[in-house]
């Protein structure tokens, strides 16, 4: 089966950093997706990376190492609207392609 | 309507019962996913549809029925609720998912809160 571990909860400062860890060992990779839900709300698309490296949009950015099974989600300059569950997810192919989720990361900004 | 829209936002259903959730999207996608979310657990995926015509099963499909008539709208039904099925079913519909890549964003309604008793 499939395994994508990423931390339960994550608590940080406004104006801090956090990163949000993701390992996964999965058969079929085709790259790794990060959505962001808040409480009571549908989750919402923020980053893809497919290749490795660092993917920089605004404050938030997305890394990918494939060989180490591993991505992080970086926040930075934290406001306190990024309180949020994170949610990695990796893009699998079988007979065609289909998201398999983690249990997401809660983060709580505070003041 | 902008996006996609589920139907109806909350329910309370007797265990037994029959129920249909109603998905519909409006951005000609291809692909359609029907999923359950259950605290500690994520997303789970239940039925997709690569296309009009064709459904498959999730990782969790037992319980649970669908049908893909037309490109637009993707119900799913449970055919005699069951407690275990109280859950915050989320659908959600891509540009495809038989290229890879960032066709295979998914796009996602706001979900049906179901309480089954």
């Known amino acids: 089966g499939q395994n994508i571990d990423q931390p339960t909860e994550m608590t940080a400062t406004e104006g801090a950093i956090v990163q949000i860890n993701c390992t996964y060992q999965?058969?079929?990779?085709?790259?790794l997706f990060w959505y962001q839900q808040h409480a009571g709300e549908a989750p919402t698309f923020l980053s893809y990376?497919?290749?490795?490296g660092l993917e920089e949009k605004g404050r938030f950015s997305s890394f990918l190492s494939r060989s180490k099974g591993y991505s992080y989600l970086l926040l930075k300059e934290l406001q306190m609207k990024d309180s949020a569950s994170y949610l990695c997810a990796v893009l699998l192919r079988s007979n065609d392609y289909k998201l398999s989720f983690g249990a997401g990361t809660t983060v709580t900004v505070r003041a | 309507i902008a996006g996609i829209t589920q139907a109806p936002t909350s329910q309370i259903l007797a265990a037994g019962r029959r129920m249909t959730l109603r998905c519909t999207q409006d951005?000609?996608?291809?692909?359609m996913y029907w999923y359950r979310q259950d605290l500690g657990l994520g997303l789970r995926l239940i039925h997709y549809s690569n296309t009009a015509g064709t459904t498959g099963k999730g990782e969790v499909p037992d319980g649970y029925s669908v049908s893909r008539a037309n490109t637009d709208d993707f119900p799913l039904t449970l055919a005699s609720a069951v407690p275990s099925q109280t859950s915050v079913y989320f659908c959600a519909s891509s540009d495809g998912s038989t290229t890879g890549g960032l066709t295979d964003t998914q796009y996602f309604g706001p979900g049906t809160r179901l309480t089954v008793l």
């Open positions: 999965t058969s079929g990779f085709n790259g």
């Open positions: 990376n497919v290749l490795d």
């Open positions: 951005m000609r996608h291809n692909a």
